[in-house]
């Protein structure tokens, strides 16, 4: 380790430990004389103006409610992305630390194994040897092992937890989810009418009536992870009629009218400008679009409803238990607004004009596709533009536009680290411990920081080691100093997610799009919207916080990260130019074409019989694939989660016939059929190597487009050629 860098990391922990004390006297001088329960809620894939006390049109009144007697902080950040929040908030490291720098695969390097590591501790595994009972409901999404008869040492029970219901894995049906999950043991539903979010509510509410202390004074730590309101939108009839027309007036009028909301709330300043706009304007959208834009906002608003509903029993069990004036409840969520546009692209499939009738699952059968190809009761799950969004027979987001709405008055979205992927409500309510009521926090605080603040008012001990493994030192600080009204010590947060990467220290924050992306300058006092770069005007500054962002990354296991594609970690990847595969070939990410920032062009002969894959390289997150949709030739480009689809106007014949698509270097899209050029897109070149492989007929990992996997073609893929020019 460098001399500069480890003396920035003793001096992190030297602000821990002081913090922390401060944090202890704070608790003691609001008198609670005992330890309190701990109930800690997240929400999935919603912006920072999406509750009623930060500005939405949506009814929260559980959470308004909270806010109102307890504190509500202005700036407090998560990490931009579901994995990477989870395993921060539940280790107090940031992501890399421990083992989670993206999803869930194995990256080659020890930032992104896609698994809690063994030298990090959960919240769970801290508190249990203070003496607290440990309880979860709802998404785990911190391990890539999750197949019933697959590894379980890092599932809920095995990080410490003594009671677990809900996901395994990440998103999926709200009717049917799947790796659901009871203590160690996958389960169906269990129910007609099951709704995965009234499903966590119930659970953690159960596990408050349950709580048996070995004495009076016995606390319990419960973490609600909500997949409320990720897509698909999922919403129960009841809920969405709430909402029935309240988004007619489309998202701009809806924007401007939480925008006017933060500034009154004191959220937001009024020399912060709202940032541009991300979407076309209403009035240039058509009338049937209009209606399903509105559908989808409708039922999203829904989803939150519902979980606030929720979030109130869980509250009144508290009450109910004599429990809540001693519980520190805090409510956040993982990341900003979700722009993906997962299901809600290209033309409604199955087609509707073809009704069928598919097989019932069995009562007993487990969901383990995140995207169910059936309804429990035989319906085909249906996908595409104009599907209108709440039933289980539906799985479609909510769109970009909706998402710009969300992230009020931010920029950006989920992937990314300015405000608007990274900007999380927090609220914190502990009637016998914050002494502030009703007021707003405006130090700025991190995930990290939750793990300090529950160790310190527990009065738990942050293990150094666990057996014969060495444990990372907690990054946070405790923000119990806050709950009466005490600064919080002076410090610099950071981010990486996906290459785009930040700094906050004061009130500065430099910020980068992409692996590559030139540093931006923003004074967060003046210009938190981030629409004034300050870079160019001082060098200086941001040679200072560039090199603090380095010595970060480099130890925090940020590098070698795997976005870089010169970087070793990454393994050598394949210089070839020109490949040629037979039938059935699959290529890892190494050997395959490394398409990552360059034109190239793929060419296959095949024999059509039907839709399916003719060659797929990558998956959801980046990628492409050249392959049959409603008997068409189509490519479809990924790149950080956002599909871009090219399609031929006619179908392709049934017979022997040779195909090429090509991707120039200004992102131009070309599709060719016998030599002919038969469409023209735009998209743009696939920024780095994918990191799943190639595989020629089929797509049978990491899907790259909008269809259920393998998608094996229906017909025969003679020779595929691929050149990288």
């Excluded at 999950?181 to 659970?203: C, V």
């Excluded at 058509?286 to 606030?308: G, L, T």
């Excluded at 610099?492 to 590559?516: D, M, S, T, Y």
Aim: glycine share 10%.
């Amino acid at each position: 380790m460098r001399r500069n860098t480890r003396r920035e990391f003793l001096k992190a922990v030297g602000l821990g430990a002081a913090s922390l004390a401060a944090g202890r006297f704070a608790r003691a001088a609001a008198g609670t004389g005992k330890r309190p329960n701990i109930v800690l809620i997240l929400s999935d894939d919603m912006g920072f103006s999406d509750i009623g006390c930060y500005g939405s049109e949506v009814k929260t009144p559980t959470l308004d409610a909270l806010a109102a007697k307890g504190l509500r902080f202005t700036q407090f950040y998560n990490t931009a992305r579901c994995c990477p929040t989870r395993a921060c908030l539940m280790t107090g490291l940031y992501p890399h630390q421990a083992g989670v720098g993206h999803m869930m695969y194995d990256g080659g390097v020890d930032g992104f194994r896609g698994d809690l590591n063994a030298h990090c501790v959960t919240i769970a595994q801290a508190l249990k040897p203070a003496g607290y009972a440990t309880y979860m409901a709802g998404k785990w999404h911190v391990t890539k092992h999750t197949k019933p008869e697959g590894p379980k040492h890092n599932w809920p029970r095995q990080r410490g937890f003594d009671r677990f219901y809900g996901t395994i894995t990440g998103a999926g049906s709200f009717y049917d989810p799947a790796t659901l999950t009871r203590d160690n043991t996958q389960i169906p539903p269990g129910s007609k009418d099951y709704y995965y979010t009234d499903a966590i509510s119930d659970e953690a509410t159960t596990f408050i009536a349950e709580h048996k202390p070995d004495s009076k004074d016995k606390p319990f730590f419960l973490y609600v992870a909500y997949t409320a309101a990720h897509w698909p939108m999922h919403a129960k009839p009841q809920d969405v009629a709430k909402y029935k027309g309240r988004y007619d007036k489309g998202w701009q009028a809806i924007r401007a009218e939480r925008y006017r909301r933060v500034v009154e709330l004191g959220l937001v300043r009024k020399q912060w400008k709202l940032s541009p706009r991300d979407a076309a304007l209403w009035q240039d959208v058509s009338e049937e679009d209009r209606a399903w834009h509105a559908r989808r906002m409708e039922v999203y608003a829904a989803m939150i409803d519902s979980m606030d509903a929720g979030i109130g029993r869980i509250v009144e069990a508290l009450r109910k238990a004599g429990q809540l004036d001693n519980t520190l409840i805090f409510f956040l969520q993982d990341n900003g607004g979700c722009a993906e546009e997962y299901g809600s692209r290209g033309p409604i499939k199955p087609d509707p004009s073809k009704p069928v009738q598919l097989k019932p699952m069995t009562a007993k059968e487990l969901q383990t596709r995140m995207r169910p190809a059936v309804t429990r009761d035989g319906k085909p799950v249906r996908i595409g533009h104009g599907v209108m969004p709440g039933p289980a027979d539906t799985y479609v987001a909510y769109g970009k536009e909706w998402a710009n709405v969300s992230n009020t008055p931010f920029r950006l979205y989920k992937h990314w680290v300015h405000e608007g992927g990274i900007s999380t409500p927090l609220i914190a309510h502990w009637p016998a411990g914050i002494a502030r009521k009703g007021e707003l926090e405006h130090q700025p605080g991190h995930l990290i920081d939750i793990m300090a603040t529950c160790v310190d008012v527990a009065g738990a001990t942050y293990p150094k080691q666990v057996k014969d493994q060495k444990i990372t030192p907690m990054e946070g600080v405790s923000l119990a100093p806050t709950f009466a009204g005490e600064k919080l010590p002076e410090r610099a947060i950071f981010w990486e997610h996906e290459g785009n990467r930040a700094v906050r220290q004061g009130k500065w924050k430099l910020v980068a799009k992409g692996p590559r992306g030139p540093w931006e300058l923003y004074d967060m006092v003046a210009d938190r919207t981030e629409l004034n770069d300050l870079a160019a005007e001082q060098p200086a500054r941001v040679k200072q916080l560039a090199a603090a962002w380095q010595a970060y990354a480099e130890r925090a296991l940020v590098l070698p990260w795997v976005w870089d594609r010169k970087r070793k970690a990454q393994g050598k990847l394949s210089k070839k130019r020109n490949f040629t595969l037979g039938p059935g070939e699959k290529l890892d990410r190494t050997k395959a074409p490394n398409v990552g920032g360059k034109p190239f062009t793929v060419t296959a002969t095949v024999e059509v019989a039907g839709d399916g894959v003719i060659v797929a390289q990558g998956g959801s997150s980046l990628g492409y694939v050249l392959y049959v949709h409603d008997g068409k030739l189509a490519m479809g480009i990924r790149n950080r989660g956002e599909l871009t689809v090219l399609a031929a106007p006619d179908k392709l014949p049934l017979a022997a016939v040779t195909v090429a698509g090509r991707v120039a270097r200004n992102g131009a899209l070309a599709l060719s059929i016998d030599g002919k050029e038969v469409a023209k897109g735009k998209a743009s070149l696939i920024e780095t190597q994918p990191t799943d492989g190639l595989e020629v007929g089929r797509d049978d990992k990491g899907l790259v487009g909008d269809y259920q996997g393998p998608n094996p073609l229906k017909g025969k893929v003679k020779e595929v050629r691929i050149t990288v020019d």
